[in-house]
């Protein structure tokens, strides 16, 4: 077909790979990709520049050898056609894009290719397949109507009435492709449509048939949980009015191995499963069976159970199928028996008893179920199952066998077994379904297995793809022949067709010395080997046959080009498999047994009784010319058959059958592995149609003249190609003319009788051609409507324009004149906003540094200001301190003169104490010297009272200065304060100038009037300071005189009271010593009266008793023992006065005239001195007190007038007051150091005089 194609577009390939031409290229993934060529193909080229449907650009290199261009894709009018054969350009990527599109665009799962309908196993339940659809196809015309199967049912029927021929549906495809549902709805369109007849349930009963055969030749796969594992064409018979009347099946090839084995994932036939799931049911108990896990034969699989079935319902639809087909109870139970014991006879468990035989233990429980139900003795059964005869020329000797022997023989009886019930069955159904009406006609469907390959395969796809082998020649046949009617009946000459003929790949299975001729030849052979047999066949046909291979790496395989694909057997268990050996003893165990179902199944056929109760005979059925009379005849023989010679005589009879009537063509596809509902793999699909023969038919149809157009139709659709002179009254001649025309080589064409036929891709070039016609007569008549509506465009754009363009400069103009006029403006102001701007700033400048000059320069004068009276009163303080050093120097140089002086004089007055001392004892000199002290102390007293007064006067005016002082300098603070306040109110003003410049003016003004004012108050301040200053030093030097008559008042009043001191302390001294010498004088006077009291003592005695009757009046004079005080002053004193009382009276008593009366005047002088000190010392005391409350408020009031100066006045006030009372300690110092010097001369009775003495100088002070 490439060549085909490769030829055909030699010609016409650089008209049609132009450019935006649209071509398949193939793909790793989709198999075919669509693209577009982007440059145009020239003659010569290697490759073609190409883009996909996604925008990638790509480079197709071309097949140096071939040159091969690729696929063309078909327009698009032809995309989604129900007929595949209608595309123009038929090749894999079209069919595979078409179907596609229909699938899934459109969840359309028929098309037709030519006479085949490809059905797509949509996965899902469509509602297409009722009554009223059934209806909407009876009578209807295939082409008239959308694809269907009830349509292909339809056109057999209709072709069987109309053709009065016998018709078959052969349905083919991959294992759950769909071959059983699409043969289903087949039958039960006829079933609809043709009616019933008398008989009641005819077409009940072949639909009937259906459940039967699936429940036993159905089993669960890893491709289909309803895979049927047998080939099945059944025959729907009808009578002259085309009513079914019975029906008759065959079946081919069934897949025995299923029963003893299956693989993962996968079941036995389903018989035994709806058996096992209804064992728990009182009917089947005797049956003996339980879940099917426990049987070996129903196990293996490990997937007992089917999503969505059951098998307890279905078993109940089998039973009630048989029923319906008069399959009593009796038989069911009989079948089932049989299947039960197949399932014990599989857990039959054969043991080892040596290397050379088994054994079967006893009471085996299964092997007794096994043969309690089938009616034969456990022991023959046991035997058998572990022994078998070997029969030689002469004798016969039964030898043990080896377990795993054995255990085949078992599996091998199993299998025999169940395809003699299966026939059996079939056989039955078959009598079930069989008529005395003659028959008229029938329509056969055909159920069988389509083209396999698998990774190993072996005698099964062997004889499948046999089958299919035969079937597609078949296929071939027919649509060749189909052709060659049509091209006679157009009048064409029909060697134009050339075809592809399997019958070489036939030849080679079947023909003498082929496949099956050698397979039977080695399987007689004693010694004969799968190996053996694989030799011969390579050593027959690889020289002889180019359709058959070794491969390379294998000696036990080969190879076969199929129609479909290149197909690698292995040649393992190929013999076993064709020989299909039974143990006969076990056989004739079983025919041997009780049970007459058995017996019948291993009748081998002639004499079975009808379960119905018909007998064989009574049936009446006319067999069709197609059946092999000898199929029946030689069943005996059959059965020593090999497998593939009786699957050849099966395939040659169904040939027979199938060539004798009209077949339609049923393909199922199976759109992806996993069962999903409307998905479309195209690997699997393009792998099925390959297998299937939808390919091929298109190749034939191809080959032809595919395309065919009635002159009418050609010349309505190609008229658009025809120019007005060509068009003529007579459509075939213009159709000629044109066609001659456009289509240079007459081969591609042919005229028939009413159809141009043309050959493949043809169609599509008149499509270009059109299309290029079309697309050019389209741009012609855009170009010139583009260019006349452009041109109106143009012109309104443009007058738009010009308007557009005069408005826009007017306003521009007007915009420019009013944007120079704004920017005069602008600049105008802007100059005059400056210009006051930078004033005010200015202005603002200007008063700022006024008042910062004026603030800066009132500092710096306070600062001088400040400086200067800091200056001064720095002089002042040095002049002070000065002062008070000279002072203390001076001090200290007249205390040490005074001292120089104190020293000098007492010198002095110690020669003048002598001298005194004579001149004091006398009385006369005491009186004088008495009367002079008391003037002087009057003068002296007095003295004080005026210095006080003066003092006091001096202070009165003082405090009264100081008042009037503070007074004033209060004013002036105020008003200094006041005139700060104005000052910082101006500073104000003069902050908040900036942003009150109206006010500026009169704030002047006021700021004039306010300096002119400040001025002449700084004026009358500066003549007030001045005045002030001036008062100030007035009154400082009024201080300093006061301070001076202070001091100098101060210095008398010390110097007086020094004078007085001095005067007293040489006073005191000389009266110290006189009253010494007085004391020393009165001690030895004592002493000497001492003398006379002793003396004078007794006398006292004496006169002691006289004495106290005369003194008793005077009783308190005298001191009693008991008043003596521990006081020792006291007690000197009382001693002292005691002594001189006793003195007294002893002188009053002993010498009468001693100067008791002086004594007596001394001591009341004495109290009288001491009485006066003890005044004048509260007296000085009380003015002490005096003077001193009156400084302490003095200095109060002078610190508070007078500030530090006053203070300095009274701390040298304190100063005096202290040296003072220093002077005054240094004076009772020196009188205590006089004392002192005079004590330890006198004695203690001396004491009491001292005290006196002491008393008196204190008085003085
Ligand atoms: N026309 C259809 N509509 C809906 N579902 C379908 C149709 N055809 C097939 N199927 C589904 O696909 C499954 C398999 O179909 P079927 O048993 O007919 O396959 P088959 O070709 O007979 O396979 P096998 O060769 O294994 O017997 C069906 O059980 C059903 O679910
Ligand atoms: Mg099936």
Redesign the pocket.
């Given at each position: 077909m490439l060549a085909q194609i490769g030829g055909l577009t030699a010609m016409a390939a650089s008209e049609l790979y132009t450019k935006r031409a649209r071509v398949w290229v193939p793909d790793a993934e989709e198999v075919w990709k669509s693209a577009e060529l982007t440059e145009d193909y020239r003659d010569g080229n290697t490759s073609l520049q190409l883009m996909l449907e996604d925008g990638t650009n790509i480079e197709h290199k071309l097949d140096p050898k071939t040159k091969n261009l690729p696929y063309l894709r078909n327009p698009d009018i032809l995309v989604g056609e129900n007929d595949l054969t209608a595309l123009s350009y038929l090749h894999e990527p079209a069919v595979l894009h078409n179907l596609k599109v229909r699938f899934m665009d459109s969840k359309l799962?028929y098309t037709y290719c030519g006479i085949i309908l490809v059905?797509i196993?949509?996965?899902?339940?469509?509602q297409i397949y009722g009554s009223d659809i059934i209806n909407a196809y009876s009578g209807q015309n295939t082409g008239d109507m959308d694809p269907h199967i009830f349509a292909v049912a339809e056109e057999a029927y209709k072709q069987m009435a109309r053709d009065e021929r016998n018709q078959s549906i052969i349905v083919s495809?991959?294992?759950?492709?769909?071959?059983?549902?699409?043969a289903k709805y087949a039958m039960r369109y006829f079933a609809t449509v043709s009616g019933t007849t008398s008989e009641a349930n005819v077409e009940q009963k072949v639909l009937a048939s259906n459940p039967i055969m699936e429940a036993i030749g159905?089993a669960k796969?890893t491709?289909?949980?309803?895979?049927?594992r047998f080939g099945k064409y059944i025959e729907i018979g009808f009578d002259t009015r085309f009513r079914i009347i019975g029906a008759n099946m065959r079946t081919y090839l069934l897949e025995k191995s299923r029963v003893v084995f299956q693989a993962d994932e996968e079941r036995n036939y389903h018989v035994f499963y709806q058996l096992c799931a209804s064992s728990h049911l009182p009917e089947y108990e005797k049956l003996k069976l339980s879940n099917a896990m426990e049987f070996q034969y129903t196990k293996q699989g490990r997937s007992p159970v089917i999503e969505g079935v059951d098998d307890t319902k279905e078993l109940c639809s089998t039973r009630n199928a048989f029923t319906l087909l008069g399959i009593n109870e009796s038989y069911q139970m009989g079948l089932f028996q049989v299947l039960a014991a197949i399932l014990h006879l599989g857990n039959v468990e054969i043991k080892d008893r040596d290397s050379d035989s088994s054994i079967i233990p006893p009471n085996n429980r299964h092997l007794t179920a096994f043969c309690e139900l089938v009616g034969v003795t456990y022991e023959d059964m046991s035997q058998w199952l572990c022994h078998r005869k070997l029969k030689t020329a002469t004798e016969t000797y039964v030898k043990t066998v080896p377990r795993l022997m054995a255990t085949n023989a078992r599996d091998a009886l199993a299998k025999h077994i169940y395809a003699k019930l299966f026939n059996w069955i079939v056989e039955h159904v078959n009598k079930a379904l069989i008529t005395n009406i003659k028959q008229h006609s029938f329509i056969g469907v055909l159920?069988i297995?389509g083209f396999e390959t698998f990774e190993i395969n072996s005698f099964e796809q062997f004889c499948i793809n046999y089958a299919n082998e035969k079937l597609q020649q078949q296929f071939n046949m027919h649509v060749f022949k189909l052709e060659q009617e049509e091209y006679m009946r157009e009048q064409i000459p029909w060697t134009l067709i050339d075809f592809y003929d399997n019958q070489p790949c036939i030849n080679l299975i079947e023909a003498k010395m082929g496949i099956l001729d050698l397979l039977d030849e080695e399987c007689k052979m004693p010694k004969g080997t799968d190996d053996s047999w694989a030799q011969k066949l390579y050593n027959t046909h690889l020289k002889t046959c180019s359709l058959f291979e070794k491969p390379r790496m294998s000696n036990r395989a080969f190879i076969i080009e199929h129609f479909a694909d290149k197909v690698e057997y292995q040649c393992d268990a190929f013999l076993e498999k064709n020989k299909d050996t039974v143990n006969q003893d076990q056989v004739n165990v079983l025919k041997a047994s009780k049970f007459p179902l058995l017996v019948e199944l291993f009748q081998d056929g002639e004499k079975a009784i009808s379960p119905t109760g018909q007998g064989p005979g009574t049936g009446g059925r006319t067999r069709l010319s197609v059946k092999p009379v000898k199929g029946r005849e030689s069943s005996s023989k059959e059965n020593k058959k090999t497998v593939g010679c009786q699957f050849r005589n099966s395939l040659a009879m169904l040939m027979e059958t199938l060539n004798a009537t009209t077949p339609h063509y049923v393909r199922?596809i199976k759109p992806n592995d996993f069962k999903l509902a409307f998905t479309f793999d195209p690997k699997r699909a393009v792998q099925q149609l390959r297998a299937c023969g939808v390919l091929e038919t298109i190749r034939i149809s191809a080959a032809g003249f595919p395309s065919r157009w009635t002159y009418q139709e050609f010349f309505s659709r190609y008229r658009v190609l025809m120019k007005q002179k060509d068009v003529l009254p007579d459509k075939r001649l213009t159709c000629r003319n044109v066609l001659e025309k456009l289509v240079e080589d007459q081969d591609k064409y042919q005229f028939g009788k009413t159809k141009i036929f043309f050959r493949a891709g043809q169609v599509a070039y008149l499509e270009k051609l059109r299309a290029d016609k079309l697309r050019v007569a389209c741009i012609r008549i855009q170009k010139t409507i583009r260019c006349w509506l452009e041109r109106k465009r143009y012109l309104r754009k443009r007058s738009a324009a010009i308007t557009v363009q005069r408005f826009t400069r007017g306003y521009q103009a007007r915009r420019l004149v009013k944007f120079m006029r704004r920017t005069q403006a602008a600049t105008t102001i802007q100059k005059y906003h400056r210009m006051v701007v930078e004033r005010t700033r200015y202005r603002q400048k200007q008063a700022a540094a006024l008042v910062v000059q004026t603030l800066l320069r009132a500092y710096m004068a306070r600062q001088m200001y400040q400086s200067l009276l800091r200056e001064q009163k720095v002089v002042i303080i040095q002049k002070r301190v000065r002062g008070w050093l000279a002072r203390c120097w001076y001090k200290r140089c007249l205390e040490s003169i005074v001292y120089l002086q104190c020293c000098f004089r007492r010198m002095k007055a110690r020669r003048q104490l002598k001298k005194l001392k004579i001149e004091a004892r006398s009385v006369e000199h005491f009186k004088k010297l008495n009367k002079g002290m008391e003037n002087k102390i009057m003068q002296l007293q007095r003295k004080i009272d005026e210095q006080k007064e003066n003092h006091k006067v001096v202070k009165d005016r003082l405090v009264s200065m100081e008042t009037s002082y503070t007074a004033e300098s209060e004013k002036l603070r105020a008003e200094v304060s006041r005139l700060r306040g104005v000052e910082e109110d101006a500073k104000s003003k003069g902050i908040r100038l900036s942003s009150l410049q109206e006010e500026l003016e009169k704030l002047k003004k006021e700021l004039t009037t306010t300096r002119k004012e400040k001025k002449t108050i700084e004026d009358w301040a500066k003549t007030y300071r001045e005045e002030m200053e001036k008062m100030v030093s007035e009154l400082k030097k009024q201080n300093g005189t006061l301070t001076k008559d202070n001091n100098d008042l101060n210095r008398m009043i010390q110097e007086q009271s020094q004078q007085m001191t001095d005067k007293m302390a040489h006073a005191i001294v000389q009266e110290t010593q006189q009253l010494e010498t007085d004391l020393n004088e009165e001690r030895s006077r004592y002493q000497n009266l001492l003398r006379e009291h002793l003396l004078m003592e007794e006398k006292y005695d004496d006169l002691k008793e006289a004495m106290a009757s005369s003194n008793a009046s005077k009783p308190g004079h005298r001191r009693k023992d008991s008043t003596h005080s521990s006081n020792e002053s006291e007690y000197t004193y009382n001693s002292e006065y005691a002594e001189l009382e006793e003195g007294s009276r002893a002188a009053e008593d002993v010498t009468r005239g001693i100067d008791t009366s002086l004594t007596l005047k001394l001591q009341k002088r004495l109290t009288e001195l001491e009485q006066e000190k003890q005044s004048l010392r509260n007296e000085l005391e009380n003015k002490e007190d005096q003077f001193q409350r009156a400084r302490a408020r003095d200095d109060v009031e002078f610190k508070k007038a007078r500030g530090a100066e006053l203070e300095y006045e009274s701390l040298k006030r304190q100063e005096l007051d202290s040296e003072n009372k220093k002077l005054k300690h240094d004076l009772v110092e020196i009188r205590q150091s006089l004392l002192g010097k005079a004590g330890p001369g006198a004695g203690g009775p001396r004491l009491p005089s001292l005290q006196g003495g002491v008393g008196a100088a204190e008085l003085l002070l």
């Open positions: 799962i059905a196993n949509p996965y899902e339940t469509l495809g991959e294992s759950g492709a769909g071959k059983t549902v699409s159905n796969t491709r289909n949980d309803n895979s049927s159920d297995y199922c």
